[in-house]
């Protein structure tokens, strides 16, 4: 039935419909997922802050004077850890976005997500290096269940490309995105950092905590579409799915097993595979949608496009994402900390980058029309 909806369907009948009370002109869903997204990124940025000063605190990589605590990583290994942490974030992305279409649908999977983040928070927030890790994974796999079904449902509020408002709702959605991110290093990092890591990651699943609470709550202002699974698993395909997922698994436990029991293991046996994977699927996805005979000649000139501007984004988020390990630890240790005369934490150089992007978005949204 929900599938069936036409564009007035949807208009006349939907709570992202025009009619009614809106949210800075857009469907009242926007404020919904507006605020899910920035509580995500609140509790997400906020342990991004932490996690490669926490990963150095109490060892010789530390700066002078820095709270003690953590794992007293030297800064190779902390940057590497990092780096897995944040690949898988992005890889998990592709069978999040495959959830969300085949099996869940998209409401379902942030839900699951979000309960899945705010689990891995709390399980930081305990010592040790077993909790540490174990969070770190199941926030990977929630951020990556997460990211690309909260956009696809941004998209549902609109009635198609077509929308002259829809353009306009993702900017504002990503303004939540940078709110989050602003706001994350002044809190999560002061408190982390100046007072308990613990506490800290703590706060981070508290603000997760808070965006499942919003979306749960407004929930009915989202499209019916989001509930539906545009293209569900036949028996023989989940059976399939799950048989050939399990082999892997065994797979991959047995190999790592023999290569710890052996005494051999040591990061590459992590960032090779990722690095390797990382290489290897996104160029095997391209290649097969290049093939695909059913693609007319303006689809293949759009892809085409599409490639070059996907090689681009890889090359400037690699660049990005050092701000959140090379750099913080270089702030850490060799920056002041100090400007006026007012010292604050080095996890408040996270929040640089978001601030400018709000300060100067509306400027080039401006210049740009």
Do not use: C
């Amino acid at each position: 039935m929900a599938t069936s909806l036409t564009t007035k369907d949807v208009r006349e009948h939907t709570p992202g419909a025009p009619s009614g009370r809106t949210f800075f002109g857009h469907p009242r869903g926007l404020a919904t997922l507006f605020m899910t997204e920035m509580w995500e990124r609140f509790s997400f940025y906020g342990m991004r802050a932490l996690l490669p000063l926490y990963l150095i605190a109490g060892g010789p990589a530390a700066g002078k004077g820095s709270q003690a605590g953590g794992l007293a990583m030297n800064a190779a290994t902390a940057t590497a850890i990092y780096s897995i942490y944040m690949a898988m974030v992005y890889l998990l992305a592709m069978p999040g976005g495959w959830f969300g279409d085949r099996v869940w649908g998209p409401r379902k999977t942030v839900a699951i997500s979000a309960a899945i983040i705010m689990a891995g928070h709390l399980t930081l927030a305990l010592p040790g290096e077993g909790p540490f890790f174990a969070g770190l994974a199941l926030v990977a796999l929630g951020s990556g269940l997460l990211k690309a079904n909260i956009s696809t449902m941004v998209g549902h509020l609109y009635d198609g490309p077509d929308d002259p408002r829809r353009d306009g709702g993702f900017t504002v959605f990503y303004m939540g995105i940078n709110i989050g991110a602003f706001a994350a290093p002044l809190v999560i990092g002061t408190v982390g950092q100046n007072y308990s890591w613990h506490l800290g990651f703590a706060l981070a699943a508290a603000g997760m905590a808070l965006g499942l609470l919003q979306f749960l709550i407004g929930t009915r202002h989202l499209n019916p579409r989001s509930s539906v699974v545009p293209k569900p698993l036949s028996r023989a395909e989940r059976t399939s799915v799950l048989r050939k997922g399990l082999a892997w698994l065994i797979a991959a436990t047995a190999f790592y097993a023999v290569v710890v029991l052996s005494g051999t293991y040591t990061l590459n046996w992590a960032l090779v595979p990722i690095t390797v994977i990382g290489l290897v699927i996104p160029v095997a996805v391209l290649v097969r949608i290049k093939r695909d005979r059913e693609l007319s000649p303006s689809d293949q000139s759009k892809m085409t496009g599409y490639i070059w501007f996907f090689v681009a984004a890889a090359v400037f988020w690699m660049i990005y994402d050092q701000g959140g390990s090379t750099m913080s630890i270089f702030g850490d240790t060799k920056a002041s900390g100090e400007l006026f005369g007012i010292g604050f934490p080095s996890s408040w150089y996270q929040s640089v980058n978001p601030l400018w992007i709000m300060a100067l978005a509306p400027v080039i949204a401006w210049g740009w029309t």
